[in-house]
Structure formats: C-alpha cells, structure tokens
C-alpha cells in the first residue's frame, strides 16, 4: 500500500494512492502520524473510496509522507563498505569499517517533499551533496527491541536524499549543522507499508544529477541491516511510532570523486530505490 500526503485544491490530506489514482483517508486520521498510531483495523477502504473524488496522482501536490516529524531524522553514516572507504579516502585516512552503526541526525526543518525545490544559499553554503538513502518509518513505540522483532515495528518504507553541506560539516567537526539546512532532506514520494515492500531484499539504490548516474548500490550491502539498527538505536531509548530511521548512502557521493562534485543552482537531483520510487529535486538559489 501507497500512503501519501498531498495538497489538492488548497487542502492537505493523506491518501492511498491506487491505480495512480489517490483516496482520501483524511476521514479515518488526520494526518500520517495519526494513521501510524491507529493503524489500519478499522480501515474500509472500498468505502472512502465511493464516497468521494480521487484527483489523478498527477494532479495532485505531493509532500513529504511526513512532513512535520516528531522529533528529528535519525541516519547513519557509512553504513556501505565502498562510502565509507571512499570517505576516508578522501580525507586522507586510512579506512575504518564501523563495528557499530553510526548515528547522526538531522532537524525536522530540514524535511522537504519529493518533487520541491531545494534551497541553495550561496551564504551559507556551496558545497551541497546528494546522498540517496532507504528510509525506514517506525511503526509503534518499543524500547530494547531484539533484531528477531524488529520488522515486526516497522510501518513502512521510503525514499530520503541525505544532503549535506559539506563545507559546515567540516567546520564543525560533527555531522548535524552540515545535515540539517532548511529543505535539504526531500523524501517521498510516498511511504510502502512493510507488508508490499519485501525486506530483505536485493534492491538498487541509486542518485542521478541532470540524468548522470552517480551512485548506484544495493541496499542487500548495507553493513548493519534495518534489525540490527532498530535493536541498536533501541537499546535504553525508545523509538516512537513515526520516527523516521536513514540507513545509509552508497558510494558515489560527491565529495569523495576526482575532482570533488557538489550541486548547483539549476540542477536536478534524482534519488531512487528499485520498486519504492523516485524523488526528483530541482536545486534553486536563494
């Protein structure tokens, strides 16, 4: 199942999107967050789909699935073999594969939608990266949850583009300046609830900038995988039902090529996960 939230003819509501199509559940929650905790049970969906329009997908706003978090985004940082060696790498280090996830986030602020513009404040910065990444959303609260148990909390599945300033990350020392600039994490299109969206799995993941491939990985390489990162981030910390967990980039960002690479005003960056979606983020100055 296809869960979205959008604007249409100035409302915002979620939906199901079906046969490209979307039906408004706005009805049965209020928002994405309050669909998460009710859950689906009492969801008649065949009802709500009589009982009003459904405005082709085209037609419609699409926004992050969700688009005010609860608290911030928490990622992980070289999560695949290859980026974190390219990292180091480019750094002038010697490589170290993480023994356990590393972990960052960035401020709910930073949340943008799947096709909006992304802000670009020569300012504040100019050396923008791209990072594709599986997003992960929480479905119920739990604390301290064993890696056999851990799929059984998530609620679903969605595509996130990690970008970073790369010249505040390096001011700083530490990842959440650099992570967290207003509009530099669009996710979307929509959330795939974890009973479609099959894990584990061997699924591309890959970014593109004005149709050039630049990274292209699979998520089946991950070093810590979605059980193994819900039982750590759990231990003595509850994750709540809406957290939204970043698993990690592939190699091919932009720092880390020869010569380094970093977006620009009048780009267009495209992140995808091979049967989740595509987000697609048009770069423009401020």
């Known amino acids: 199942m296809k869960l979205v939230t959008y604007e249409w003819n100035g409302r915002i509501s979620i939906g199901i999107v ?33 009982s009003g329009a459904m405005p082709p997908i085209e037609d419609v706003h699409l ?15 070289l999560n695949y073999t290859e980026h974190a060696r390219e990292s180091y790498k ?50 119920r609260n739990g604390k301290n949850i064993p890696q056999e148990e851990a799929l059984q909390y998530v609620f679903g599945y969605t595509v996130l583009n990690d970008l970073t300033a790369r010249d505040l990350q390096r001011q700083g020392k530490q990842f959440f300046k ?34 050039v491939t ?11 995988d979605i059980p193994m ?19 990690g980039t592939p190699s091919g960002v932009g720092f880390a090529r020869t010569p380094p690479e970093f977006l620009k005003p009048g780009d267009v960056v495209e992140c995808e996960i091979e049967g989740l979606g595509i987000i697609r983020n048009h770069i423009a100055a401020i």
């Open 229 to 247: 990162t819900i039982s750590y981030l759990s231990r003595g910390m509850t994750l709540l039902a809406g957290d939204i967990i970043a698993t």
């Open 18 to 50: 079906k046969q490209n199509k979307v039906i408004d559940i706005s009805s049965y929650a209020p928002d994405m967050l309050g669909l998460i905790e009710r859950g689906f049970d009492e969801l008649d969906v065949q009802a709500l789909e009589s």
């Open 90 to 139: 480019a750094r002038g280090q010697e490589a170290v594969i993480p023994k356990f996830p590393v972990v960052f986030n960035k401020a709910t602020t930073s949340v943008n939608g799947p096709y909006d513009d992304i802000p670009y404040d020569t300012a504040v910065s100019t050396e923008i990266d791209w990072e594709a990444e599986l997003a992960i959303v929480i479905g």
């Open 63 to 77: 926004l992050a699935p969700i688009p005010n978090p609860r608290r911030n985004i928490m990622c992980l940082g």
């Open 178 to 211: 650099g992570k967290s600039l207003d509009g530099h994490c669009p996710m979307g299109p929509w959330i795939e609830t974890a009973d479609s969206f099959t894990y584990p799995g061997s699924r591309q993941i890959t970014s593109r900038v004005n149709g």
């Open 214 to 224: 630049k990274q292209d990985g699979n998520i089946a390489n991950m070093i810590f």
